[in-house]
């Protein structure tokens, strides 16, 4: 049984007087549907959909203790929206869900520009057994540096398609995985 992503986007409008966290959401028409009797599900679009082990594990050490994970698992913030905590109540309803973290776009930016190398944790082993495997790991190295930064990308991206520019330190993105 595979790990998937879910991932909620908040913004905060730092010129207004309440400095609250609101819920970017994009409502997918296509996937919503309504139950017999009439109970409405609605499909939510997110940045980020794909099954990337190495990058689950770089962002909350999900599946994979390959490269570096950014930081520990963080849960959910005190100050998270209530659009937020409904969604992640209702997704809880249906399977287990874990490694609840989040991330400002300001620091998954700032934290995929500070690494020069997205080196594994078994790159010196490898490269110790055979030179063809260090040239190999190498290139997966910038794999993943470019998977992490299209990651980073899709959401300053969906941002953007919502509201525009917004400053990185004011777009965080919750993330949790189930199983």
């Not at 698992?73 to 997704?91: F, H, N, Q, T």
């Amino acid at each position: 049984m595979g790990a998937d992503i879910h991932m909620a986007i908040e913004v905060r409008n730092t010129y207004k007087t309440d400095d609250k966290w609101k819920y970017l959401e994009i409502k997918n028409p296509f996937l919503s549907y309504k139950d017999a009797d009439g109970t409405e599900h609605i499909d939510v679009l997110e940045p980020y959909s794909g099954r990337d082990y190495e990058l689950f594990g770089i962002l909350a050490g999900v599946r994979s203790d390959v490269y570096d994970q950014i930081d520990s698992v963080r849960g959910m913030p005190e100050d998270v929206s209530e659009a937020v905590k409904e969604r992640y109540k209702a997704e809880e309803y249906y399977g287990a869900l874990h490694s609840l973290t989040l991330y400002t776009l300001d620091e998954l930016k700032s934290w995929g520009e500070r690494k020069k190398h997205f080196k594994s944790a078994n790159y010196k082993e490898l490269a110790e057994y055979d030179e063809g495997l260090f040239l190999e790991t190498k290139r997966e190295d910038k794999d993943m540096r470019k998977r992490f930064n299209t990651f980073v990308y899709d959401i300053e991206n969906f941002v953007y398609m919502v509201i525009g520019y917004v400053n990185p330190c004011n777009v965080r993105a919750i993330i949790w995985f189930d199983s």
